[in-house]
């Protein structure tokens, strides 16, 4: 049953966790907003669409924000009843730390199960409506692809250049300047009109509509230095001119840009579990073959071709190596040699892909375990950090506490990409690495949990103050009493 001392807590804690939580979050939202804003805006986005996209894409900042939020809420709260002797009162009426602490906890276990609940269901399908919201903005607007001022090369084997955008979804342009990218050996032209209208467009191809303008051709495909001496270069002038253009690359390339193939994002965390065991399973058999395939072609022999054990590498010579000419052990010599640089420089060719095959495993694994696990138990972990060393430096406010809790959360973030990163490079296990940054500070939780129950002044300069002015005492006395010797 909760008493009225359990509420009391409970309210003053979650005062600070409301503001901190909607400050940080408002900061975290209005950053990635500013990185990404350039993206979207002046493309013939309305701004309902661009709040949509970025609260889709912003909700992925919550996990971060919540232990931060934690974190700095506890030192505050615990900070706060030091600071107004409450806590002191607490424990005089025999109310031990652990027992102030139990229904803050209980709510922190909680918000960390919501928070992998969150992680788990609600986030992957707002990052999938986000990405399919990208998508649809590139297959319905495909003047989104094309900026003001600048060539746009994608569209092989033209480069487009538009001097200013306009009209419903910018489809009406102005200043269009239009050039065959062509090699100095095929025919040349470049268009040059006043204003252009996109038509009609679908997946594949766009029709442009140009107006008031001239086609500018050189025809030298195949004609040699003195017919084109004498060719003089040919000028059309057009009112409209009807141009179609091979779209489906370019938007392939937008969708494979903006998705970045990272599709294991938008699955559940039993989701990943097998997706994960598959590609490795698919990469161990593919991986065996190319070994296979190496050590055959390095024994000679071919008709084998179901499995050659690495560890029974010494096959019969197929001819007797006395009995050869020594031109001819040369030449076999010589041929078995090259045959080592082959196979060698080809898994070296096979390394860079080993490699991003492995990289891609570990981020799909810190995905699931960091991202959807992690951070739940770093919510606990920030807990037991931050209500002992609130209650040890009994400062409340936003002085102290924040300086304390942002300093411990750097050191969160900066030990937490540092093992992503070894586990991408393939130094570390990536499991290890996901769980490497709770697994450090855990410990920091319950040391500081263990010295605020002993009431130890942990953080009292006098007491690390005075074993070092002691020490100094001595070397001064020691110096006055052989200096009072000589008088």
Known sequence: MIKKLDWYIIRTFFGPFLFIFSVLMFIFVVQFAFTQMDKFLGKGLTLWDIAKLLYYLGLDVIRLVLPLTILLSSIMAFGGFGERYELAAMKSAGISLARIMYPLFGFVVVMAIWLFYFSNTTLPDNQRRARNMLINIVQTRPA???????????????????????????????????????????????????????????????????????????????????????????RIKFDTLTQYFDISDLIKESLDRESGGDNFRYKSFRQLTPYIDSIKNSNKTYYKGISQNALMILLGDFRKTDSIPVKHSNSKLPFEWNRLKDDTKLQLVKNAINQVKISKDELETRSAEIKSAGKYISKMILWQHKNMVSYSFTCIVFFLIGAPLGSIIRKGGVGMPVVVAVIIFIIFYVIGLYMENLAKNQVLNAYWASWMPNLLLFPLGVFLTIKSMKDSELFDIDKYREPVQKFIAKFKKKKNTEHSRYQ
Do not use: C
């Open 144 to 234: 989104l692809n094309f900026e003001e001022g600048r060539f746009i090369k994608e569209m092989n084997p033209y480069s487009i250049k538009i001097g200013k955008k306009g009209g419903k979804d910018d489809r009406e342009w102005k200043d269009v300047f239009i050039h065959k990218n062509a090699s100095p050996f095929e025919d040349q032209q470049t268009i040059i009109a006043d204003k252009g209208e996109i038509v009609s467009k679908d997946n594949y191809y766009l029709k442009l509509e140009l107006y008031d303008g001239y086609i500018y051709q050189n025809e030298i495909r195949g004609k040699s230095p003195k017919d084109l001496q004498k060719q003089p270069a040919t």
